[in-house]
């Protein structure tokens, strides 16, 4: 089996970091773009290195679909570490286990401690339970790879405890972009549910509680349905068993084909089956399918399960984002849930990189309500707007910095000045990454022409001097140059080539230190400069 660009990559990633020492490692794959692929294959070398590999999940499902997989795309066959089904005596190099039953101190025992020399979790957004951390302190020496869905690096922050770096992440955006998914549309439904009363546990919304809040609505949510999804493949997630079932039945009443599954379903097979079958074209289920389900010809999702974790968030959404023959998008239906907390995902958190971003996409989302909306154009319009109005902060700042006699350019400046999204909006996840920055880092970003003293973790050192290097490399301003032009009215320095600033530069100081004549800086735009040390 030939594997996609990205998924050789993100292979060849994962080895990498193993090689550097990063024995623990992560690698980020959004729903529907081949993560068990991927780790077939990355078992199938272990296996040729001589190695014993542990694939290691939460659920039956999970398990049975990564033996399937691994069996068609290496031709691997696994053992099975499962109530009481036991790997211990079998010749295969390949075992599949279950958390639940692994982490018993009774079935742990029995393993020696180099017994695995790797592990695989897959849905690693998991690990940070009790029930894998046993299972990985006595494995101590094993390397490690968690592969998970896991849209943004805020999730990642709680994943660095127990990983030690990033190896490869294929995101959202770029999937569609490249053809792999399907484009995401998001309709808004003028629809305000309220969830002040609701409760939190485990860092998420009560389950309990929300199907409380949730019954009110469920006849004027069908309504708005049958608008929308009559003529589309629709899941819907629901809080609570009985909730969903209720609903189901007012679906039926509305003119939709539905059905429902949930854990004690007899006849869940059956029902999945006929769905894709089209028998029926919506099916309510109680969270059942947010991992271990695929249906690629799903063309709705109605998320009536709100909450605060995005890798949840992002499983829902996934059950309809794979390719199909004749779909041309996801139509992803999003409520107004009313509540005081801001940290509710919205359709804009699966593609935006940053709060800031998903807070005014969101907003925009909710002025148009009249039609569904692109999430790509969405969030290219929240990141304009966004932008604008940093622009506009900046501009204060800068004023107040010409003042200042300091040659060296502010972190922000910089960042915004070479429209750099990914050091603006960084926040440190792994345990290196949150130190604090090392004298040397300091010593060669102050050297460089950044002013260090806003450098407060290793991390953001480390990504600063990187891209100072690529910078370098290809012939673009240094810090220096901007902080000198933009002190002089000049706008986004940090897109220019370094030769552009260098002739600027120099035709001001033969000008006396003072602007050319015919100059106006804030709406100057440099004539490219060839350079044929940089092939341009």
């Excluded at 033996?67 to 031709?75: H, L, M, P, Q």
Aim: proline share 4%; glycine share 6%.
């Amino acid at each position: 089996m030939e594997l996609r660009p990205y998924q050789e990559e993100s292979k060849t990633a994962v080895f990498e970091e193993w090689n550097k020492g990063n024995l623990k490692t992560l690698l980020v794959l959004p729903t529907g773009c081949g993560k068990t692929i991927v780790f077939a294959k990355i078992t199938e070398d272990c296996v040729r290195n001589g190695e014993r590999v542990l694939i290691l999940a939460h659920r039956g499902e999970l398990l049975d679909q990564a033996s399937d997989k691994i069996a068609k795309a290496t031709g691997l066959m696994c053992a099975t570490e499962k109530a009481e089904q036991s790997c211990i005596g079998s010749w295969f190099r390949v075992v599949v286990g279950s958390v639940q039953t692994l982490m018993r101190e009774k079935r742990l025992s029995q393993f020696d401690k180099d017994y695995f020399d790797t592990i695989i979790i897959d849905e690693a957004h998991h690990c940070i339970s009790d029930s894998y951390q046993n299972v990985l302190r006595h494995f101590s020496d094993a390397k490690v790879l968690g592969v998970t869905a896991t849209p943004d690096r805020g999730d990642m922050k709680n994943l660095g405890s127990v990983f030690q770096s990033l190896a490869y992440e294929y995101t959202l955006p770029k999937a569609i972009k490249e053809g792999y998914l399907t484009p995401i549309k998001a309709q808004t439904i003028p629809l305000k549910l309220d969830l002040t009363g609701v409760g939190t546990q485990a860092g998420d919304f009560k389950t309990a509680d929300l199907g409380t809040a949730l019954d009110p609505y469920l006849y004027q949510i069908a309504d708005e349905m049958a608008k929308y999804c009559l003529n589309r493949k629709t899941v819907v997630f629901l809080p609570l068993v009985k909730t969903s079932q209720k609903f189901r039945d007012i679906l039926c009443e509305r003119g939709f084909k539905a059905a429902e599954v949930n854990g004690s379903s007899a006849d869940r097979a059956e029902i999945l089956q006929d769905f894709e079958n089209n028998k029926y074209n919506v099916l309510c289920n109680s969270m059942l399918l947010t991992e271990g389900w695929d249906c690629p010809s799903v063309d709705c999702i109605v998320v009536l399960r709100p909450t605060k974790v995005r890798a949840l968030y992002s499983q829902m959404v996934g059950r309809g984002t794979r390719l199909f023959p004749g779909k041309e998008s996801l139509l992803l239906l999003d409520f107004l849930w009313h509540t005081e907390r801001h940290e509710l995902c919205h359709p804009a958190h699966l593609i935006c990189e940053n709060d800031e971003v998903a807070q005014q996409m969101t907003k925009n989302l909710e002025e148009s309500a009249a039609c569904p909306v692109d999430l790509e154009e969405a969030e290219k319009k929240a990141s304009e707007d966004v932008i604008a109005q940093r622009e506009e902060a900046l501009a204060k700042v800068l004023k107040e910095m010409k003042n200042r006699k300091r040659k060296l350019v502010d972190p922000l400046q910089f960042e915004m000045s070479i429209q750099a999204e990914d050091l603006t909006n960084y926040v440190p996840s792994f345990g290196w990454e949150m130190g604090p920055a090392s004298d040397k880092q300091l010593a060669k970003l102050e050297k460089l022409g950044i002013f260090p003293d806003q450098i407060d973790n290793a991390g953001k050192a480390t990504k600063l001097l990187e891209r100072l290097e690529k910078r370098r490399t290809a012939g673009l301003t240094t810090p220096k140059q901007i902080r000198f032009l933009e002190s002089r009215g000049f706008n986004h320095v940090g897109t220019w080539q370094f030769e552009s600033a260098k002739n600027m530069i120099d035709r001001i100081a033969a000008n006396g230190w003072n602007i050319p004549h015919g100059i106006i800086p804030n709406e100057y735009v440099p004539e490219p400069v060839r350079n044929e040390a940089f092939g341009w």
